[in-house]
């Protein structure tokens, strides 16, 4: 039988009838659930039982939000959880020990940065901060202690594109797991577990939920990786409450539909902006000229709704340009519904010394889009006037 598309998977999901044939999956916010017997209690508490025990165990509304991103993302097993970072914290934390060694890619999300480089030390776990994300950059890191390569694309602020296959075969080649970051492609766009990664991250505060009003994470992955860091998750305890879990359910069906426009305008901006005099470059993996674009192509659906552009004139003009703009958001986070900017060098990054920030790419007229879903020609309106703005 040919396999259900992407759109219909996410509306339907695996098919779960829920109880008086309600056609929306109910919300479930019980911490707790009731058993009948002592030896009912005592089965549920060790996973051997029919039915749920207590909401950090499991709940049918979480469960049923594990069991669609799951299909989404073609991997056996989900486990969401109540943050992006507490799905990386987990699954870092859950599948090394010490002595174990970690690569990953210094341009890595700014909380991931401090997980690998301050926090992994301080219980003997030791990482390589890769500069580039190629294969050849990865292989050259490999140790024989690696437990897992981390991957993150594309990536911020430069959208920079990693081979996954090829990093894959590397990495299995010598007998390490290998972890993607699929927060800013989202699984409509790329599917890391179908090209053999081992696991799968999200922060679902971005694309899955989509309306910036929920915020949530979930790994997704081979079912004996994901068995063996339940318990853990269990005691570290990043629980996504049965309402949020619900509000991502919500924003799942629409996935698809969201993410055509998301490609469909941050294409025709990045297009638009490249031809600008006022800019200097501009970062889109769906820009022939886009250091990325050839592997992007070949591991994407589409190339994402995240573009970054260098305005001319520096700080002072990064600053102006954001200021001036009306329909954008001056905001952090991303994949929401409305266009979102944020300008580094004059605020998430302000604290980090001109010379580092050069080096992680930051330029100081540099400027992060996540393009939202409004209607391109007032994007493109919005930013061409900001640009021109005295
Ligand atoms: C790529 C990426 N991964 C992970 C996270 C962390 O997600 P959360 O804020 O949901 O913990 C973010 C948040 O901005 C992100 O951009």
């Not at 305890?237 to 069906?253: E, T």
């Not at 309106?381 to 703005?389: G, K, P």
């Amino acid at each position: 039988m040919r396999e259900r598309g992407f759109n219909t998977k996410a509306i339907h999901g695996p098919g779960t009838r829920f109880p008086l044939q309600s056609v929306s999956p109910p919300i479930y916010e019980t911490t707790t659930f009731r058993y009948d017997t002592v030896e009912e209690g005592a089965a549920l508490g060790v996973d051997r039982g029919e039915g749920f025990y207590y909401t950090r165990w499991g709940n049918p509304t979480t469960v049923e939000l594990e069991a669609r991103v799951a299909l989404l993302e073609g991997g056996e097993m989900a486990i969401a959880t109540g943050s992006g970072m507490g799905a990386i914290s987990t699954v870092i934390l859950g599948l090394l020990q010490s002595g174990d060694h970690l690569v990953a890619p210094r341009a890595v999300y700014q909380a991931s940065y401090e997980l690998f480089a301050q926090i992994l030390p301080r219980y003997g776990i030791t990482a390589t901060l890769i500069d580039r994300v190629d294969v050849e950059a990865y292989e050259a890191a490999l140790r024989p202690e690696t437990k897992i390569v981390y991957v993150e694309t594309p990536n911020n602020p430069l959208l920079d594109v990693t081979d996954i296959a090829g990093v894959v075969r590397t990495a299995h080649a010598h007998g390490a797991l290998v972890v993607v970051d699929n927060t800013f492609a989202s699984p409509y766009n790329q599917n890391p577990l179908v090209l053999d990664a081992d696991a799968v991250v999200h922060s679902m505060t971005k694309y899955l939920g989509g309306h910036a009003d929920v915020t949530a994470g979930i790994i997704v992955g081979r079912r004996d990786l994901l068995l063996q860091l339940r318990p853990r998750f269990r005691v570290y305890g990043p629980v996504l409450d049965p309402f949020a879990a619900w509000l991502v359910l919500r924003g799942l069906k629409t996935l698809g539909l969201r993410m055509e426009r998301h490609n469909q305008n941050a294409l025709g901006l990045a297009r638009v902006l490249a031809k600008h005099s006022q800019v200097e470059r501009v970062h889109y993996p769906g820009l022939p000229e886009h250091p990325g674009h050839t592997i992007a192509h070949r591991q994407m659906r589409g190339f994402g709704g995240m573009m970054s552009f260098e305005v001319r004139g520096g700080i002072a003009a990064g600053a102006r340009v954001v200021e001036a703009l009306q329909t954008a958001v001056m905001a952090v986070s991303l994949g929401s519904v409305e266009t979102l900017v944020t300008h580094p060098a004059s605020t998430t990054s302000v604290g980090i010394p001109a010379p580092d920030r050069a080096r992680a790419g930051i330029r100081e007229g540099l400027i992060r889009v996540s393009v939202g879903l409004e209607d391109l020609d007032d994007l493109v309106d919005d930013f061409t006037r900001a640009l021109e703005a005295p």
